[in-house]
C-alpha cells in the first residue's frame, strides 16, 4: 500500500534550511547520513514546493546539465507545488500542480505507482499533507547543528498521540528518527 513519506535532514532546532535557504550547516556534517538508494528504491514518485525545487535545480546547474536528473532521481515523476511558471530540466519529468492536496493527490498516489510518495519539503507542505490526514510517516536525519532562524520543518502541532516512534538509527554523526503518524 502507498505511504506519504516526509524524509528530510533537519537541525537540532528543526529547520530545513536557514534563512537564505542555504543547507552549509548541512554539508558541513563528516558523516554519511542513510542510504539514499535504498530509501529512493520504495519510492514511486516525489513531491516538492517550489522553493525546494529552485533550490535543487541551483545547487547542481540541472538546467545546463539536465543529464545529472536521473542521477539522482532516475525516471520518477516529481511533482512540484507552485503557482508560478518554472522552468524543467530536459527530459526530466516534472508535474507542476496548485491549490489542494486533496484535488492533487489522486494523480500523486496514480504515479507513485504502488510504492510510497516522498514528501521531499518544505516543511509546510508536508504540513498541507497532514492538515488533510495524508501524511503517514516522518523520516527525519537529525545534524549536529542549530540556528537561530530558518525554513521550518514542520510548522504544525502534532502531539505523542499521533507520533509514534517506531525507529532509531546512528549515522556516525547523524541521529535517524523514524515516526508512524496516527491519522
Ligand atoms: N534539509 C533538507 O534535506 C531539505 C529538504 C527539503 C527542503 N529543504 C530546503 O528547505 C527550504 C524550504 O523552503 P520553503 O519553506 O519555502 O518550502 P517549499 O515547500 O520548498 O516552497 C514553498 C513554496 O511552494 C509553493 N507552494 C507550496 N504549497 C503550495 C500549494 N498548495 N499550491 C501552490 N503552490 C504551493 C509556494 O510558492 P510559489 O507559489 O510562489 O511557487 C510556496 O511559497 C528550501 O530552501 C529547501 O531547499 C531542505
Same mark, same amino acid.
Given at each position: 500500500?502507498?505511504?506519504?513519506?516526509?524524509? +528530510?535532514? +533537519?537541525?537540532l532546532?528543526?529547520?530545513?534550511?536557514?534563512?537564505?535557504?542555504?543547507?552549509?550547516?548541512?554539508?558541513?556534517?563528516?558523516?554519511?547520513?542513510?542510504?539514499?538508494?535504498? !530509501?529512493?528504491?520504495?519510492?514511486?514518485?516525489?513531491?516538492?514546493?517550489?522553493?525546494?525545487?529552485?533550490?535543487v535545480?541551483?545547487?547542481?546547474?540541472l538546467?545546463?546539465?539536465?543529464?545529472?536528473?536521473?542521477?539522482?532521481?532516475?525516471?520518477?515523476?516529481?511533482?512540484?507545488? +507552485?503557482?508560478?511558471?518554472?522552468?524543467v530540466?530536459?527530459?526530466?519529468?516534472?508535474?507542476?500542480?496548485?491549490?489542494?492536496? +486533496?484535488?492533487?493527490l489522486?494523480?500523486?498516489?496514480?504515479?507513485?505507482?504502488?510504492?510510497?510518495?516522498?514528501? %521531499?519539503? #518544505?516543511?509546510?507542505?508536508?504540513? /498541507? !499533507?497532514?492538515?488533510? #490526514?495524508?501524511?503517514?510517516?516522518?523520516?527525519?536525519?537529525?545534524?549536529?547543528?542549530?540556528?537561530?532562524? #530558518?525554513?521550518?520543518?514542520?510548522?504544525? /502541532? %502534532? #502531539?505523542?498521540?499521533?507520533?509514534?516512534?517506531?525507529?532509531?538509527?546512528?549515522?556516525? /554523526?547523524?541521529?535517524?528518527?523514524?515516526?508512524?503518524?496516527?491519522?
Amino acid at each position: 500500500m502507498t505511504s506519504v513519506v516526509y524524509s +528530510t535532514a +533537519t537541525t537540532l532546532t528543526g529547520q530545513l534550511a536557514d534563512e537564505r535557504h542555504s543547507l552549509s550547516w548541512l554539508f558541513a556534517v563528516d558523516s554519511e547520513g542513510p542510504d539514499r538508494a535504498a !530509501f529512493l528504491s520504495g519510492i514511486g514518485v516525489l513531491v516538492s514546493g517550489s522553493s525546494t525545487y529552485e533550490w535543487v535545480l541551483r545547487e547542481e546547474d540541472l538546467l545546463a546539465h539536465p543529464e545529472k536528473w536521473p542521477e539522482y532521481y532516475g525516471d520518477r515523476p516529481m511533482v512540484v507545488f +507552485t503557482t508560478r511558471d518554472l522552468p524543467v530540466p530536459e527530459g526530466a519529468d516534472v508535474r507542476f500542480v496548485r491549490g489542494a492536496v +486533496t484535488d492533487a493527490l489522486p494523480a500523486i498516489r496514480a504515479a507513485a505507482g504502488g510504492r510510497d510518495v516522498w514528501v %521531499i519539503g #518544505g516543511g509546510d507542505l508536508a504540513g /498541507q !499533507f497532514d492538515d488533510v #490526514g495524508e501524511l503517514d510517516r516522518l523520516e527525519l536525519t537529525y545534524a549536529p547543528a542549530t540556528l537561530a532562524g #530558518g525554513m521550518p520543518l514542520l510548522p504544525r /502541532q %502534532i #502531539g505523542p498521540d499521533r507520533l509514534v516512534l517506531r525507529d532509531v538509527r546512528r549515522y556516525g /554523526q547523524f541521529a535517524h528518527l523514524s515516526y508512524d503518524l496516527r491519522r
